[in-house]
């Protein structure tokens, strides 16, 4: 096991990793911007360095900088958490060549992964079926005709290096084709410096399942069940539950083992998703997040199994020690991410907070790293918490979150309570009937 591990992240998931951390007996440091000094996670750590001003790039971004952070304080591993370097293999690699230990899996599985053309033709050879599409990147005005007329429209012009909806155009006409892939291909180049798009069919009322894989790196892997994500504001996600209302046990058994059975394949490491598109009773492979998801809590709820401890465990070495036989789901969870955002327009809302009130009482989560008097920085993120409720029953939680929100107060800042209040108000909500296109178009009614 590690004696000292470097978290590089903030916010909440530096408090989430701290914590498993603290339970396994491992110290722990905090790295921080100039602008995180006061953070929550800061004032836990057992150490604490200041690496950088303000802006991402030049401090949680910043390799050298977390590198001679890991060196001046002896950290043997570091937990990238979600988002900066969780996916960076570069950042793997060299935390390898220093003789550091990346708590993820190899730098090779984040580099197939991070590459959409590579993993759906990783995950194709794998068994796990896929949205029919364009085999590799589209180089020209023919093929990109061809193609789309293949699988007919509407079609999903994507970028092979993308994410959070940038470099994603839905075309559906064929007059639109050129100047839309065009226009995918100038976004991709701008945010990830990769210009190649690729090709899919457009589905028109999926929703968006996501499977918890967890593998040892030594041919061992279980899923962990499945998130639905569906409800989603420009590509991101709002709110989240386990098990999906869209299955039925037989789907659900028959994706976790066919994902399960490709990852012990493929000899993946630690916690990863395999997310989907869900339509008519088929699963069309997206992508693969090669990293602890935002929406873990939900998992974690209905399983029991501390992801991030395990994570841990599984980076030091140590084989699984569960089999598919033992992971068993108890009940229902759902989690609603709290952002310092205005509930309407989702401008963010940075400043200091004048009162915090978290809710309480049987079921009821609360992962955050804000408290009364700190002051959310305008340069991050807008996330501050998640809210994640448990019940015996889907209705049972739907209730208990009724509850917790109308105890849930934030002063000081605007936050997207009021919207989730709205939402769980909802009858579609309520029964479970909404596709990833639900949530924009009730934003969109006057």
């Known amino acids: 096991m590690f004696d000292k591990v470097l978290i590089a992240n903030r916010g909440e998931i530096a408090l989430r990793i701290q914590r498993a951390c603290k339970e396994l007996g491992i110290a722990t440091v905090a790295v921080h911007s100039t602008a995180d000094a006061e953070a929550m996670h800061v004032r836990l750590a057992d150490e604490s360095v200041c690496i950088g001003p303000p802006p991402a790039s030049d401090s949680y971004l910043n390799i050298p900088r977390l590198l001679a952070a890991c060196e001046i304080t002896g950290a043997d591993a570091v937990h990238p958490g979600y988002g900066f370097l969780s996916e960076n293999a570069r950042f793997a690699e060299i935390l390898e060549d220093h003789n550091i230990t990346f708590i993820g899996p190899s730098s090779e599985h984040i580099r197939i992964m991070g590459d959409k053309i590579a993993a759906k033709e990783t995950v194709q ?13 589209i180089s020209g005005e023919l093929e990109a005709r061809k193609v789309a007329e293949s699988i ?3 079609v999903l012009v994507k970028a092979a290096s993308g994410g959070g909806g940038r470099g994603m155009k839905v075309v559906h006409r064929s007059e639109d084709l050129l100047s839309s892939m065009a226009s995918a291909r100038a976004e991709a180049k701008a945010a990830f410096g990769d210009d190649t798009v690729y090709m899919e069919k457009f589905l028109t009322k999926p929703r968006h399942i996501e499977i918890q894989i967890f593998g040892d790196g030594q041919g061992n892997a279980v899923h962990l069940g499945e998130r639905d994500c569906s409800l989603q504001r420009r590509h991101q996600k709002v709110f989240e539950e386990a098990p999906s209302p869209a299955l039925n046990a037989d789907s659900r058994k028959r994706i976790g083992d066919t994902v399960a059975k490709a990852i012990g394949e493929l ?13 008519d009773g088929e699963f069309y492979f997206i992508e693969m997040n090669t990293r602890l998801q935002v929406e873990h809590p939900v998992t974690e709820m209905i399983t029991g199994i501390d ?18 036989e033992d992971v068993t789901f108890s009940g229902h969870a759902i989690e609603c991410r709290i952002n310092a955002e205005n509930p309407r327009t989702f401008r963010p809302s940075p400043g200091r907070i004048t009162y915090w009130h978290p809710p309480g009482g049987l079921g009821v989560r ?46 000081g800042i605007e936050t997207t309570i009021p919207l989730f209040n709205e939402l769980i108000r909802q009858p579609d909500i309520a029964n479970g009937m909404y596709d990833i296109h639900w949530l924009e178009k009730f934003l969109s009614k006057p």
Request: proline share 5%; hydrophobic share 35%; aromatic share 10%.
């Open 152 to 154: 007919g429209y509407p």
């Open 366 to 411: 609360v992962d955050s790293g804000v408290y009364q008097g700190y002051s959310i920085p305008p340069y991050y993120d807008s996330l501050i918490g998640k809210l994640v409720v448990h019940g015996k029953t889907r209705n049972e939680c739907l209730m208990r979150l009724k509850r917790a929100l109308s105890e849930f107060v934030i002063d």
């Open 125 to 137: 050879q794998l068994g796990i079926p896929v949205v029919p599409g364009s085999e590799g990147g």
């Open 307 to 324: 992801l991030v401890l395990e994570q841990i465990r599984v980076a030091s070495g140590s084989q699984l020690t569960i089999s598919q």
């Open 267 to 279: 000899g993946y490491r630690g916690a990863g998703t395999v997310e989907f598109l869900y339509e």
